[in-house]
Each structure stands twice: as C-alpha cells, then as structure tokens.
C-alpha cells in the first residue's frame, strides 16, 4: 500500500514545540492554507524548517526564528511579524510561481527557443508589484508600511534610529571601522562599479540563488564557529561593495557584533538587531536583506541548526548578484572553503544535530566541541599564513578593536557581568 504523504507528521511536532502561542497559531494557520494549495505534497521538516515538498522539489516551508516568523521557497523568503500573519491571496501567488518555476526548469527548450523560455521563466519568477497589490491591495512599500502601521517596522525603525547613538552618547555615523580592510578587499576591484541589477520583490528573492549541493556539502565542513565567521566575511564584501555609494554603518556594526559573537555568543544582543526592509532600491535593499540574513545566521548558529549551511549558501549568491564582475569573489570564496575545515573542528555535518539545549545556559554558542575552535579573522584571508601564529592574541587583538566603539547590537560589559560573565569582557587568552 502506498505511503499516504500526510501519514507522517513531524511538522506537527515542530508547531508543538513553539513556545510563542502567536506564532503557533499563525503558522498552523499557514499550513493549512498550503495544504489547501498542495493537496498531494510531502510534509516534511528540512533542514529543522516544515517544508512542503512536490516531486521532491520544495515549494514551500515556514519557520519561526525566535523574534519574527518566515516563509520560504527554494530562493529565499519572507519575514513577518508572529502576530500579523502573510495576507491568503500573496501566499498563493508565491505558491503558483514556485509550481510554474518548477515546471519550467523541468523542460529543455531547443536553442530556438531559448530566449524565449528564458523571458517566459523570468515572468513566471517574478513576484512583481502588480502581483502584490492584487493580493494584497497595496503595493509592496504599501505592505511594509501597513506593517509598520502595526508597530513592527516602526520599532525597528526606532531601533536603527537608537543605533545612531552610542552608550556614551556619542554618534557613530562618521566613525571608521576599527577593523583594518583585509588585504583581499583591498586588491578586489569591486569599489566604484556602477549598479547594474534590478531589484524588487522578485528580484531580492532570486538573488539568494538555487540550490547548489556541492557547495552546501564544503559549507557543511566548516564548524558553526566558522560558518558564523564566514557570514561577517561576507557582510564585508557586501559593504565594500557599496561602500561608496552608501557607508552603511549599521551594517559595520552588525557585522563587528557577529564577528564578536564569533567568539563568544553571549557578546550580542540579537533583540536589538531589527532592519526595515527595502523591496524597491538596488543600494539600499540588498544591504537590508544581507542584514536581516545577519540576523537569521545569528540565530541558527545559536541553535545548532543545519539550516545555517544553507542560508550561507544564499548569503555568497546575494554578494555574487550585487557584484557586476565576481570573479576575485569566486576566487577568495573558493579558496576559504579549502582552508577553514582543518583551521575549526568538528564540522557542522557532524554537529547540526547536537541539542544546545543539553549544555549549560553559560556554555550556549560557545561550547568548542559543538561550535567549533574559534577562530581569529585572518583564517578567512586566503592570502594570511596561520601557522606559527598566536591565534589567541589575534583573537583578542579583533575583540579590542571591536570594543573600542561602542556597539548597540553587542552587550556592554556591565550587562555581561550581570549575566555571570566571569572573564574579562572583549579579551580572550585561551590558548
């Protein structure tokens, strides 16, 4: 008798498991609509999220992350507040063009017809503005704001706001970055290239790429510590890369906060990391979106969550899409994920599974035998020779640097202290 594909629940189990009755009740009522718009797929749990599966090709999953729920495709997704749930008539639209993008990849198109295929693909992709207003009666900017309405976004937006200004009252909106450019930023020609992809609703979400097993299998080598150092090495590129049209200091901050976290999880403060999305500008909007992917490695890292392999892989097609020529990228990208797998042990294939919640409260994200060796930031220059050198020292070295601003995404040394923090705030000598 064949299998009945809804026999199987652990999807059931996975809602139980949400503490957040919002979120619970938001994303069960997801479910249901998706069964209603899939009547024969897979449930199953991929990569810890409940996917919806056809022929074996995902169509559609849901998470909740902690601070905000979202929905995914194969590409990439959408995050929205566990109480203001994705409007019925957009996540049909989704659906419909993740069936139609299915469908036309299963098809080889005569090279006659090719470009014609290809035009076809790119409409059928797309979840354009009129696609939006339709389901949702506004435009998309009109979506985000309606939820800015509501108090999400407009808490976000006083977040960023309060970023702007240090614990000692200072500004940081003309400090420099205390962290030197490593020497493979420097080399890239990648500052000063005019703009040259588009970027909307559709755009953002194919720019996070397809699937690619190959490179998902290297990432899946390197330690969570890694993994989470790797996602602040790419943050850098996204910077450089705008650097000279918009010196977005939330993103050095972000980034200086993750590479702390890196380290030692218990250094950031991820209820204070809320970014707005842009759906509209092709400056602004990849920086937002490489922030709020900050956030969700952030939070996988802390859970041990696989998952984080394959946000990484959509964090390097995100920094790929935005470059115009991304070869000297391709070059370093390739080249790190030879050199860190012997550089932090164990690797995250052996790990994802491990339950943080077996290690003690003051051990979470920190562990080195389930996060992996920590790593000083010269391990993702290709081009810097590691052996003989005092990691501790460069670790502490990167920890001071980053202490030297203050940094309202990272924890102050009085809030460290009162959570037990028992060693020196922002030093490391571990050997």
Known sequence: MA?????????????????????????????????????????????RMPTFKVDGNAVAGFAYLKTHCGYTTSKSGISFPPDKPLPAKLVK??????????ATNGKKPSATKKKAAAKKARITDRVTDSAVKEATGRDWKGWMRALDTAGECRGARARVRGARRTREGMTTESREMPMPLPAYLQHASIIGRPVVHRWGPGDAMASFGNTNRTVENKLAALSFRALLGLAAALGEWMHRR?????????????????????????????????????????????????????????????????????????????????????????????????RL???????????????????????????????????????????????????????????????????????????????????????????
Not at 93 to 102: D, G, K, P, S, Y
Not at 331 to 338: D, G, P, Y
């Open 93 to 102: 639209t989704l659906v419909q063009a993740r069936l139609a993008e299915i």
């Open 242 to 338: 705008f650097e000279h049209l918009h010196d977005d200091t939330e993103l050095r901050l972000a980034i200086e906060a993750i590479w702390a976290a890196s380290i030692d999880w218990r250094y950031l403060k991820l209820d204070t990391m809320r970014f707005p999305q842009d759906d509209v500008s092709p400056i602004h909007g990849p920086l937002q979106s490489f922030k709020w992917q900050l956030v969700q490695a952030a939070d996988l890292f802390s859970e041990l969550d696989f998952g984080l392999v394959r946000y990484l892989r959509g964090d390097a097609n995100l920094v790929r899409f935005v470059l115009p020529d991304d070869k000297a990228f391709q070059a370093w990208f390739k080249a790190v994920l030879v």
């Open 3 to 47: 299998k009945n594909p809804r026999e199987s629940q652990p999807i059931d189990a996975y809602l139980e498991s949400l503490e957040d009755p919002a979120a619970k009740k938001t994303l069960g009522a997801l479910r249901m609509q998706l069964r209603k718009l899939l009547p024969g797929a897979t449930e199953t749990v991929s990569y």
């Open 341 to 431: 797998p012997v550089e932090s042990v164990p690797p995250a294939r052996k790990t994802g599974h491990a339950d943080p919640g077996d290690v003690d409260d003051d051990l979470l994200g920190v562990a080195d035998t389930l996060w992996g060796t920590p790593l000083p930031r010269e391990a993702f220059d290709p081009g810097f020779e590691l052996s003989g050198v005092d990691r501790a020292a460069r670790i502490d070295a990167m920890l001071a640097a980053i202490a030297a601003t203050p940094n309202p995404y990272l924890r102050t040394a009085a809030e460290l202290a009162a959570m037990g923090f028992a060693s020196a705030p922002y030093r490391y000598s571990r050997p």
